[in-house]
């Protein structure tokens, strides 16, 4: 375990260091002068202009640059921003919350309901299955912002059970209801995905045989559901639910832009639009970070969940 654990460590700083350099060269690769970028559209004086350079070290060598940029980043420091004129550090660490609000509730909302009708059309069966594969073809094909356009206009424009967008709250109650829609419409897709999941690992071990041993020798059914079919289940559920949820961090951009959730994700469109590259350099490497981090809990927890898969790994390092 302690091996396997500082190679998945070693690879997830390989990985953020190739992002790191990728993230840095689209920079120098997108086109136009990046000065120009740095004035959105100003004139300056030539003199200006050999001054920015200067700050901002764009007559160093590319890989001195990077090298600069990196050195920063290590200590904390992803620059400044070029559309709010502060520290990129402190502007994203002032959204964070309310992103990781937004993305816990929905993955919340992505394991409850999820899980609870896969296990409910796999043990039911009949028409409740009918109804929940019908229901999870129709999520499953609805993107996040199609799922924000009808949860406005029904539950805010038309039922005004919910505040529209750009409402926030003050309290954690109050900001709980005002990310109510948002929450619901970035675990829409993923709810649906994760039940059909769930439902297909559940069938499957329902028809092993060790379940029908303990069916004939009289275990209640109760027992014999969690015993032997939903705790040998959650191993696949645990593996892909975990990578759904990671997910989570990238759709986050497409449902605060809808419903103007002052979080990372917006701030990321803002920040694109505006060509503001040292808060979309930080953001992306965040978002990969966090990405890698999820699945590496999903590998850790995956084992813990179904033993049959730590036999299996141990076998492979031996």
């Known amino acids: ?143 996040p912002f199609a799922s924000a356009l009808v949860l406005v206009s029904v539950f805010s424009v038309q039922l005004g059970w919910f505040p529209g967008p750009g409402s926030q709250g003050t309290g954690f109650g109050e900001r709980l209801h005002h990310l109510t829609l948002p929450a619901v419409a970035l675990a829409v897709t993923l709810t649906g995905l994760l039940a059909r999941v769930t439902r297909s690992s559940m069938l499957d071990e329902l028809g092993r045989e060790h379940v029908e041993v303990a069916r004939s020798r009289g275990v209640a059914e109760r027992a014999v559901v969690r015993r032997h079919v939903l705790r040998n289940a959650l191993g696949p559920i645990v593996t892909v639910g975990g990578a759904m949820l990671a997910g989570l961090l990238v759709s986050t951009s497409i449902v605060e832009t809808a419903f103007n959730v002052p979080g990372v994700g917006s701030l990321l469109v803002q920040s694109v639009t505006a060509k503001d590259f040292p808060v979309v350099q930080a953001i992306t490497l965040l978002t990969v970070a966090g990405f890698v981090l999820v699945n590496l809990a999903v590998d850790l927890l995956a084992p813990l969940v179904d033993p049959r898969l730590s036999l299996t790994r141990r076998g492979g390092v031996a």
């Open 1 to 143: 375990m302690t091996r396997y654990l500082l190679g998945r460590l070693l690879g997830l700083a390989g990985v953020l260091l190739a992002t790191s350099f990728v993230v840095f060269s689209a920079v120098h690769l997108a086109p136009g002068d990046p000065v120009s970028f740095l004035l959105r559209g100003h004139p300056a004086t030539p003199e200006a202009r050999v001054a920015i350079t200067a700050q901002y070290h764009l007559d160093d060598p590319f890989l001195t640059q990077y090298l600069k940029w990196l050195g920063g980043v290590l200590h904390g420091d992803f620059g400044r921003s070029v559309q709010f004129r502060q520290d990129v550090g402190t502007l994203v660490g002032s959204r964070l919350p309310s992103t990781a609000l937004l993305v816990g509730y929905a993955a919340l909302l992505v394991c409850v309901l999820g899980v609870s009708a896969g296990v409910l059309a796999a043990l039911r069966g009949g028409w409740l299955d009918r109804v929940v594969l019908v229901g999870t073809g129709i999520t499953t094909a609805t993107p």
